[in-house]
């Protein structure tokens, strides 16, 4: 697994004398005003996508996840290669992307989690 920083800038000016960058999602001419860097590649804002799920890493969060030639979104990394683990209360799986509330080594679902004394969440 490969945990990579999106970063966002400006594409390159005519007048800076460098060139003009290729994206290497669609291998075109960068010629918007942004561009994203990550993988140590330039990107459209529209062409960096999760693999799975197509949504626009540029907008979801500044985080990509790469694993078996596959560039992913948090959600889709964790749904496909993250641990999933067996709620303390209800004993049924937790999936590795949900949120969980954890009391010592326990892990609960966030429904699960309530007190013993009185079951109130």
Same mark, same amino acid.
Request: aromatic share 8%; proline share 2%.
């Given at each position: 697994?490969?945990?990579?920083?999106?970063?966002?800038?400006?594409?390159?000016?005519?007048?800076?004398?460098?060139?003009?960058?290729?994206?290497?999602?669609?291998?075109?001419? !960068?010629?918007?005003?942004?561009?994203?860097?990550?993988?140590?590649?330039?990107?459209?804002?529209?062409?960096?996508?999760?693999?799975?799920?197509?949504?626009?890493?540029?907008?979801?969060?500044?985080?990509?996840?790469?694993?078996?030639?596959? !560039?992913?979104?948090?959600?889709?990394?964790?749904?496909?290669?993250?641990?999933?683990?067996?709620?303390?209360?209800?004993?049924?799986? !937790?999936?590795?992307?949900?949120?969980?509330?954890?009391?010592?080594?326990?892990?609960?679902?966030?429904?699960?989690?309530?007190?013993?004394?009185?079951?109130?969440?």
């Amino acid at each position: 697994m490969m945990t990579m920083d999106v970063s966002k800038g400006e594409a390159a000016k005519p007048s800076s004398g460098a060139g003009p960058q290729e994206c290497a999602g669609c291998c075109k001419t !960068i010629t918007e005003r942004y561009l994203l860097k990550a993988l140590d590649l330039y990107w459209h804002e529209d062409c960096l996508k999760c693999g799975c799920c197509d949504c626009r890493l540029g907008e979801v969060g500044s985080t990509l996840y790469t694993k078996a030639n596959l !560039i992913l979104c948090k959600r889709d990394y964790l749904r496909l290669f993250g641990n999933t683990g067996y709620c303390a209360a209800c004993s049924k799986v !937790i999936p590795a992307f949900e949120m969980v509330m954890r009391a010592r080594s326990n892990v609960y679902h966030l429904e699960c989690f309530a007190c013993q004394q009185c079951n109130h969440r």
